[in-house]
């Protein structure tokens, strides 16, 4: 596993989080971001150093260096690292945590009705095959 850049963790079963994935793909030309589904042995092995104790498939972790973030707070990091216009989405840091994880927490539990389950992890493609960390 890479220490390099900050990594990404996703429920690699949700739609919406596979399209999430593959909207930071597009917005991160300089390849910063690595990424690992949560259910993944790489994705296990992160949450575990970095003691996050978030159910298996409930949240996306971001992992930078030796901190990790959870839901609202790991898209907002996110999104600031992508430059303009998603930057823009910094300052809602000021609203309360649990306000935010509250909203965050509503879309998780309707992403499967909403937006669909995959039976299996996505599978990316050539180009981007290098940033997903694998099991080994």
Request: net charge negative; aromatic share 8%.
């Amino acid at each position: 596993m890479s220490d390099a850049g900050p990594v990404l963790l996703f429920d690699g079963h949700c739609n919406l989080c596979n399209g999430a994935i593959q909207f930071v793909i597009r917005h991160d030309p300089e390849g910063v971001f690595s990424f690992a589904p949560l259910q993944s042995g790489a994705g296990e092995r992160l949450r575990a150093r970095a003691d996050v104790t978030t159910d298996a498939d409930d949240s996306v972790v971001l992992i930078e260096g030796s901190d990790a973030y959870v839901k609202s707070a790991a898209v907002l990091r996110v999104a600031r690292r992508l430059g303009l216009p998603w930057s823009l989405a910094w300052p809602l840091r000021v609203v309360p945590r649990g306000l935010r994880d509250a909203v965050y927490d509503f879309v998780a539990a309707h992403r499967y009705q909403v937006f669909g389950r995959r039976e299996e992890c996505m599978v990316p493609s050539p180009d981007v095959s290098d940033r997903f960390l694998d099991e080994a």
